[in-house]
Protein backbone atom coordinates (compact mmCIF):
# COMPACT_ATOMS: atom_id res chain seq x y z
CA UNK A 1 0.00 0.00 0.00
CA UNK A 2 1.33 3.19 -1.33
CA UNK A 3 0.55 5.09 2.08
CA UNK A 4 3.00 5.54 4.88
CA UNK A 5 1.72 7.09 7.72
CA UNK A 6 -1.00 5.10 10.45
CA UNK A 7 -3.74 8.04 10.21
CA UNK A 8 -3.52 7.45 6.60
CA UNK A 9 -3.82 3.89 6.24
CA UNK A 10 -6.76 4.07 8.60
CA UNK A 11 -8.58 6.36 6.46
CA UNK A 12 -8.20 4.06 3.40
CA UNK A 13 -8.82 0.86 4.95
CA UNK A 14 -12.05 3.42 6.08
CA UNK A 15 -12.59 3.58 2.95
CA UNK A 16 -12.74 0.96 1.52
CA UNK A 17 -15.09 -0.25 3.69
CA UNK A 18 -17.42 2.67 3.10
CA UNK A 19 -17.06 1.91 -0.64
CA UNK A 20 -17.33 -1.96 -0.11
CA UNK A 21 -19.67 -3.07 1.90
CA UNK A 22 -22.90 -1.29 0.50
CA UNK A 23 -21.96 -2.14 -2.60
CA UNK A 24 -20.45 -5.14 -3.03
CA UNK A 25 -20.79 -7.45 0.62
CA UNK A 26 -24.19 -5.72 1.64
CA UNK A 27 -26.06 -7.23 -1.52
CA UNK A 28 -24.60 -10.71 -0.92
CA UNK A 29 -24.98 -10.75 2.77
CA UNK A 30 -28.97 -10.51 2.41
CA UNK A 31 -28.96 -12.52 -0.54
CA UNK A 32 -27.63 -15.34 2.18
CA UNK A 33 -29.69 -14.53 4.83
CA UNK A 34 -32.57 -14.59 2.55
CA UNK A 35 -31.85 -18.49 2.03
CA UNK A 36 -32.59 -19.03 5.31
CA UNK A 37 -35.40 -17.30 6.14
CA UNK A 38 -39.69 -18.17 5.64
CA UNK A 39 -40.67 -14.25 6.53
CA UNK A 40 -38.95 -11.05 5.83
CA UNK A 41 -41.32 -8.30 7.74
CA UNK A 42 -39.10 -6.10 9.46
CA UNK A 43 -35.54 -5.12 9.17
CA UNK A 44 -34.15 -8.77 9.48
CA UNK A 45 -35.34 -12.08 8.40
CA UNK A 46 -37.36 -14.55 10.62
CA UNK A 47 -37.84 -18.36 10.85
CA UNK A 48 -34.46 -19.60 9.91
CA UNK A 49 -34.78 -22.86 7.77
CA UNK A 50 -32.48 -24.71 5.78
CA UNK A 51 -35.63 -26.41 3.68
CA UNK A 52 -34.73 -23.87 0.65
CA UNK A 53 -31.45 -25.50 0.59
CA UNK A 54 -32.82 -29.13 0.23
CA UNK A 55 -35.00 -27.95 -2.48
CA UNK A 56 -32.19 -26.11 -4.31
CA UNK A 57 -29.53 -29.16 -4.16
CA UNK A 58 -31.50 -31.65 -5.69
CA UNK A 59 -33.99 -32.25 -8.29
CA UNK A 60 -34.94 -29.74 -10.70
CA UNK A 61 -31.99 -27.17 -9.42
CA UNK A 62 -29.03 -29.97 -9.53
CA UNK A 63 -30.10 -30.59 -13.23
CA UNK A 64 -29.80 -26.62 -13.61
CA UNK A 65 -26.60 -26.75 -11.60
CA UNK A 66 -24.89 -29.34 -13.74
CA UNK A 67 -25.95 -27.84 -17.35
CA UNK A 68 -24.66 -24.52 -16.08
CA UNK A 69 -21.16 -26.02 -15.08
CA UNK A 70 -20.94 -28.53 -18.22
CA UNK A 71 -22.19 -25.16 -20.29
CA UNK A 72 -19.84 -22.62 -18.95
CA UNK A 73 -16.59 -25.58 -18.74
CA UNK A 74 -17.21 -25.96 -22.17
CA UNK A 75 -17.54 -22.18 -23.30
CA UNK A 76 -14.86 -21.52 -21.75
CA UNK A 77 -12.60 -23.93 -23.01
CA UNK A 78 -13.83 -23.00 -26.51
CA UNK A 79 -13.18 -19.45 -25.83
CA UNK A 80 -9.97 -20.15 -24.77
CA UNK A 81 -8.92 -22.33 -27.76
CA UNK A 82 -10.25 -19.65 -30.00
CA UNK A 83 -9.03 -16.81 -28.51
CA UNK A 84 -5.40 -17.95 -28.26
CA UNK A 85 -5.21 -18.67 -31.51
CA UNK A 86 -5.95 -15.26 -32.75
CA UNK A 87 -3.94 -13.40 -29.98
CA UNK A 88 -0.97 -15.80 -30.88
CA UNK A 89 -2.18 -15.11 -34.99
CA UNK A 90 -2.38 -11.40 -34.21
CA UNK A 91 1.63 -11.80 -33.67
CA UNK A 92 2.21 -12.16 -37.34
CA UNK A 93 -0.11 -9.12 -38.40
CA UNK A 94 0.52 -5.87 -38.90
CA UNK A 95 -0.98 -2.80 -36.47
CA UNK A 96 -4.02 -2.11 -38.31
CA UNK A 97 -4.79 -6.17 -38.93
CA UNK A 98 -4.32 -6.53 -34.83
CA UNK A 99 -6.68 -3.54 -33.93
CA UNK A 100 -9.20 -4.81 -36.64
CA UNK A 101 -9.02 -8.47 -35.28
CA UNK A 102 -8.90 -7.25 -31.94
CA UNK A 103 -12.54 -4.84 -32.72
CA UNK A 104 -13.99 -8.07 -34.18
CA UNK A 105 -13.61 -10.05 -30.99
CA UNK A 106 -15.01 -7.48 -28.84
CA UNK A 107 -17.88 -6.62 -30.66
CA UNK A 108 -20.21 -8.60 -29.27
CA UNK A 109 -19.30 -6.51 -26.19
CA UNK A 110 -20.36 -3.63 -27.39
CA UNK A 111 -23.75 -4.93 -28.22
CA UNK A 112 -26.40 -5.71 -25.56
CA UNK A 113 -26.09 -9.66 -24.78
CA UNK A 114 -29.78 -9.71 -26.11
CA UNK A 115 -28.84 -8.87 -29.39
CA UNK A 116 -26.38 -11.82 -29.59
CA UNK A 117 -28.49 -14.06 -28.53
CA UNK A 118 -30.96 -12.75 -31.25
CA UNK A 119 -27.97 -12.97 -33.79
CA UNK A 120 -27.17 -16.49 -32.66
CA UNK A 121 -30.85 -17.45 -32.97
CA UNK A 122 -31.39 -16.06 -36.15
CA UNK A 123 -27.97 -17.54 -37.57
CA UNK A 124 -28.73 -20.91 -35.93
CA UNK A 125 -32.40 -21.67 -36.51
CA UNK A 126 -31.79 -22.81 -40.64
CA UNK A 127 -30.17 -25.69 -42.01
CA UNK A 128 -27.50 -26.56 -42.73
CA UNK A 129 -26.75 -25.09 -38.72
CA UNK A 130 -29.83 -25.93 -37.39
CA UNK A 131 -28.57 -25.58 -33.89
CA UNK A 132 -31.87 -24.25 -32.53
CA UNK A 133 -33.72 -26.29 -29.76
CA UNK A 134 -30.95 -28.22 -28.91
CA UNK A 135 -27.46 -27.75 -25.92
CA UNK A 136 -25.52 -26.22 -28.18
CA UNK A 137 -27.29 -23.18 -29.09
CA UNK A 138 -26.46 -21.94 -25.70
CA UNK A 139 -22.75 -23.23 -25.54
CA UNK A 140 -21.98 -21.75 -28.53
CA UNK A 141 -23.79 -18.22 -27.43
CA UNK A 142 -21.74 -18.50 -24.07
CA UNK A 143 -18.54 -18.89 -25.76
CA UNK A 144 -19.71 -15.88 -28.44
CA UNK A 145 -19.57 -13.45 -25.38
CA UNK A 146 -16.96 -14.82 -23.09
CA UNK A 147 -14.31 -15.60 -26.07
CA UNK A 148 -13.54 -11.63 -25.87
CA UNK A 149 -12.18 -11.92 -22.58
CA UNK A 150 -10.09 -14.69 -23.61
CA UNK A 151 -8.76 -13.02 -26.65
CA UNK A 152 -8.40 -9.36 -24.40
CA UNK A 153 -6.50 -11.30 -21.48
CA UNK A 154 -3.50 -13.50 -24.28
CA UNK A 155 -2.85 -10.63 -25.96
CA UNK A 156 -2.46 -8.20 -22.73
CA UNK A 157 0.04 -11.45 -21.38
CA UNK A 158 2.10 -11.75 -24.98
CA UNK A 159 2.85 -8.11 -25.34
CA UNK A 160 4.21 -8.59 -21.64
CA UNK A 161 6.05 -11.73 -22.90
CA UNK A 162 9.98 -11.32 -22.90
CA UNK A 163 10.90 -12.50 -26.38
CA UNK A 164 14.49 -13.96 -25.29
CA UNK A 165 13.50 -17.02 -23.93
CA UNK A 166 11.56 -17.62 -27.15
CA UNK A 167 14.74 -16.40 -29.16
CA UNK A 168 17.05 -17.86 -27.10
CA UNK A 169 15.34 -21.80 -28.00
CA UNK A 170 15.04 -20.64 -31.90
CA UNK A 171 18.76 -20.03 -31.32
CA UNK A 172 19.49 -23.83 -30.13
CA UNK A 173 17.53 -25.30 -33.43
CA UNK A 174 13.90 -25.72 -31.51
CA UNK A 175 10.84 -25.71 -34.37
CA UNK A 176 8.46 -22.80 -34.28
CA UNK A 177 6.05 -25.67 -33.16
CA UNK A 178 8.54 -26.38 -30.55
CA UNK A 179 8.97 -22.92 -29.05
CA UNK A 180 5.13 -22.17 -28.82
CA UNK A 181 4.49 -26.37 -27.18
CA UNK A 182 7.23 -25.77 -24.66
CA UNK A 183 8.50 -22.15 -24.57
CA UNK A 184 5.63 -19.99 -25.31
CA UNK A 185 2.42 -21.33 -24.06
CA UNK A 186 4.00 -22.97 -20.61
CA UNK A 187 5.22 -19.17 -20.10
CA UNK A 188 1.28 -18.27 -20.92
CA UNK A 189 -0.33 -20.64 -18.82
CA UNK A 190 -0.85 -18.45 -15.61
CA UNK A 191 -2.51 -15.87 -18.04
CA UNK A 192 -4.33 -18.82 -19.61
CA UNK A 193 -5.84 -20.45 -16.27
CA UNK A 194 -7.06 -16.63 -15.32
CA UNK A 195 -8.82 -16.35 -19.02
CA UNK A 196 -10.39 -19.46 -18.07
CA UNK A 197 -11.41 -18.34 -14.52
CA UNK A 198 -12.85 -15.04 -15.79
CA UNK A 199 -14.42 -16.72 -19.22
CA UNK A 200 -16.07 -19.63 -16.83
CA UNK A 201 -17.18 -17.15 -14.01
CA UNK A 202 -18.76 -14.75 -16.71
CA UNK A 203 -20.86 -17.79 -18.50
CA UNK A 204 -22.10 -19.20 -15.15
CA UNK A 205 -23.64 -15.49 -14.49
CA UNK A 206 -25.39 -15.06 -18.03
CA UNK A 207 -29.23 -14.45 -18.18
CA UNK A 208 -30.12 -12.14 -20.76
CA UNK A 209 -29.25 -13.95 -23.80
CA UNK A 210 -29.67 -17.72 -22.91
CA UNK A 211 -33.17 -16.76 -21.51
CA UNK A 212 -33.64 -16.40 -25.48
CA UNK A 213 -33.02 -19.79 -26.93
CA UNK A 214 -32.55 -22.18 -24.24
CA UNK A 215 -34.38 -25.39 -24.67
CA UNK A 216 -36.69 -26.91 -21.69
CA UNK A 217 -34.02 -29.44 -21.94
CA UNK A 218 -31.23 -27.43 -20.75
CA UNK A 219 -31.76 -24.81 -18.30
CA UNK A 220 -29.01 -23.06 -17.00
CA UNK A 221 -29.14 -21.98 -13.08
CA UNK A 222 -29.70 -18.42 -13.67
CA UNK A 223 -32.98 -19.21 -15.78
CA UNK A 224 -34.19 -21.22 -12.77
CA UNK A 225 -33.26 -18.26 -10.46
CA UNK A 226 -35.36 -15.68 -12.81
CA UNK A 227 -38.17 -18.19 -12.54
CA UNK A 228 -38.22 -18.80 -8.71
CA UNK A 229 -38.39 -15.17 -8.33
CA UNK A 230 -40.63 -13.73 -10.79
CA UNK A 231 -43.24 -16.45 -9.30
CA UNK A 232 -42.83 -15.02 -5.96
CA UNK A 233 -40.73 -18.01 -4.47
CA UNK A 234 -37.85 -15.51 -3.20
CA UNK A 235 -36.22 -17.44 -0.34
CA UNK A 236 -36.04 -20.22 -2.44
CA UNK A 237 -34.37 -18.56 -5.23
CA UNK A 238 -32.16 -17.16 -3.18
CA UNK A 239 -31.10 -20.22 -1.86
CA UNK A 240 -30.58 -21.25 -5.25
CA UNK A 241 -28.29 -18.47 -6.07
CA UNK A 242 -26.14 -19.12 -2.63
CA UNK A 243 -25.67 -22.64 -4.74
CA UNK A 244 -24.95 -20.94 -7.82
CA UNK A 245 -21.78 -18.82 -6.09
CA UNK A 246 -20.85 -21.33 -4.39
CA UNK A 247 -20.30 -23.46 -7.17
CA UNK A 248 -18.72 -20.89 -8.85
CA UNK A 249 -16.17 -19.70 -6.00
CA UNK A 250 -15.17 -23.52 -6.23
CA UNK A 251 -14.21 -23.21 -9.26
CA UNK A 252 -12.43 -20.14 -9.26
CA UNK A 253 -10.68 -21.32 -6.28
CA UNK A 254 -9.31 -24.12 -8.34
CA UNK A 255 -8.26 -21.76 -11.34
CA UNK A 256 -6.65 -19.93 -8.67
CA UNK A 257 -5.04 -22.51 -7.07
CA UNK A 258 -3.67 -23.63 -10.85
CA UNK A 259 -2.31 -20.12 -11.74
CA UNK A 260 -0.37 -19.63 -8.36
CA UNK A 261 2.04 -22.98 -9.15
CA UNK A 262 2.06 -21.97 -12.48
CA UNK A 263 3.51 -18.61 -11.90
CA UNK A 264 6.31 -20.53 -9.62
CA UNK A 265 7.52 -23.23 -12.37
Same mark, same amino acid.
Given at each position: !?????????? *?????? @???? +???????????? &? /?????????????? $?????? &????? @?? &??????????? *?????????????????????????????????????????????? +??????????? !??????????? #????????????????? *???????????????? @???????????????????????? @??????SMGELSATMMLYPPDW? $?????????????????????? #??? !????????????????? /????
Amino acid at each position: !MLVHSRGARW *AVWALF @GLLF +LPLFALPLLVVL &A /ASFATHWSGVLPSG $PTTEHY &AAATR @GE &ALQALTTSLVT *AATASLIALAAGTWAALSAQALGRRGRRLLDALFVLPLAVPSVVVG +LAVLVAFSQPP !MLLNGTRWIVI #VTHTVLVTAFAHQSVSA *ALTRLDPAYEQAAASL @GASPSYVLRRVRLPLLLPSLSAAA @GLCFALSMGELSATMMLYPPDWT $PLPVLIHAATDRGALFTGSAVA #VVL !MTATLLVLLAVSRVRTQ /ASYR
